[in-house]
């Protein structure tokens, strides 16, 4: 249970399109430019545009539920908290926006004593809000979405992504991407797990599963899939902690099947040659 009440819910969900929206027009603004591009690590980059979306996002965040702690992919997180946390990625899918590939949004949640209460996703260059509230449903630019109802995993379209540490780790998802592509109708790498977890929530895609992601990455994607009808845990089919560490995300119809799948071993031979 919320310690929001309703209205405070409405004001907070206003509050976090507002603040995805003030993001999203940065994005668009910059869309063309060059940017200043560091490196986190070999594959994790951050531009100044990440900072600018996340400084607007807190600005309006913070007008609109002021006392909330914060974790923010860009900035010091604060987890302490045990009452209301906003959770956010300014820019979710750096890497495809340094290259002017058109898949990237920002990721809004709030969450309430460790659990999500609200999520918003958007897109800027489709213009396309998603947001959820528990139990009361999700929805894509005010209409109410639904997952998909695909019941044959051979009938199935997925996502996924790799780790930025994928030349460090041992465990790096494509022996699993392997395996899907050659069971299902095609498994696609987008580059942000925001965007692939709304695709999933509204039926453009069946499923989704990636590794070793954080919070900001998953967490108001991973609502909205659920407020749509749909199903979210670990690889395992264990309950989701909301870290990101592991996520399995699927129109629940077909989560036995996708979990029994990715505790295969590929046939590395058709697989890497």
């Known amino acids: 249970m919320s310690s929001l009440d309703r209205f405070e819910l409405e004001r907070a969900l206003d509050v976090a399109k507002e603040a995805a929206r003030r993001a999203g027009e940065l994005q668009r603004a910059g869309m063309r430019r060059a940017h200043q ?3 986190k690590g070999a594959f994790n980059l951050v531009t100044e545009v990440d900072r600018q979306c996340e400084r607007a996002i807190l600005e309006t965040l913070q007008r609109g539920v002021p006392g909330a702690a914060v974790l923010a992919e860009e900035s010091r997180p604060d987890t302490r908290s045990e009452g209301l946390l906003w959770v956010i990625d300014p820019l979710d899918g750096t890497t495809n926006y340094t290259h002017g590939y058109p898949f990237f949004c920002s990721s809004i949640a709030l ?3 460790g659990r999500p209460v609200i999520g918003v996703v958007y897109d800027p260059l ?3 809000m998603f947001s959820a509230v528990r139990g009361r449903g999700a929805w894509q630019n005010g209409e109410h979405i639904r997952a998909s109802q695909t019941r044959e995993l051979e009938r199935a ?3 996924t992504g ?3 540490d994928r030349r460090e780790q041992p465990d790096t998802n494509l022996d699993r991407f392997c395996l899907l592509s050659l069971r299902t109708r095609g498994v696609r790498r ?7 977890l709304c695709m999933t929530a509204c039926g453009r895609l069946d499923g989704y599963w990636e590794i070793r992601l954080c919070p900001w990455d998953v967490v108001a994607g991973a609502l909205i899939v659920e407020e749509a009808g749909g199903k979210i845990t670990d690889l395992s089919g264990r309950p989701y902690d909301w ?4 996520t399995l995300a699927s129109n629940g119809l077909l989560h036995p099947v996708l979990i029994e799948a990715l505790a295969e071993k590929a046939p590395h031979g058709r697989c890497f040659g």
């Open 243 to 246: 870290s990101g560490a592991e």
């Open 190 to 196: 987008g580059g942000s797990a925001a965007m692939d």
């Open 162 to 164: 790799f780790p930025y």
């Open 111 to 113: 969450m309430d004593k």
């Open 37 to 39: 591009v560091e490196f």
């Open 157 to 159: 379209l997925l996502a």
């Open 126 to 128: 489709r213009d396309e």
